[in-house]
Nanobody, 115 residues
Framework: QVQLVESGGGLVQPGGSLRLSCAAS????????MGWYRQAPGKQRELVAA???????DYGDSVKGRFTISRDIAKNTVSLQMNSLKSEDTAVYCC?????????WGQGTQVTVSS
């Protein structure tokens, strides 16, 4: 069973930055997609950013140009650098892994953007 452990959430002022990290409990190899989704109260879950095993990336329209996803293959981690944060970025951010026909989710980490 693969576990995803997230870290890095918290409270930040508008315009600030945060970095989220997600570590898989096993070595990930072959074809996979790993990334982040978020869900704000009263809203549907949406894609934030994802990265594939061949380093392709995809971003939600609302975060393009502000967020950057990266990975550390040796550490089985994916990170999300979030800059120029806005109040509308406030949500629970969940790490996601699609691998070998299975979908795995982390428990989520709260990101709150507020002055």
């Amino acid at each position: 069973q693969v576990q995803l452990v997230e870290s890095g959430g918290g409270l930040v002022q508008p315009g600030g930055s945060l970095r989220l990290s997600c570590a898989a409990s096993v070595s990930i190899f072959g074809m996979y997609t790993m990334g982040w989704y978020r869900q704000a109260p009263g809203k549907q879950r949406e894609l934030v950013a994802a990265i594939t095993s061949v380093a392709g990336t995809d971003y939600g329209d609302s975060v393009k140009g502000r967020f950057t996803i990266s990975r550390d293959i040796a550490k089985n981690t994916v990170s999300l650098q979030m800059n120029s944060l806005k109040s509308e970025d406030t949500a629970v951010y969940c790490c996601n892994l699609v691998w070998r026909g299975n979908v795995y989710w982390g428990q989520g980490t709260q990101v709150t953007v507020s002055s």
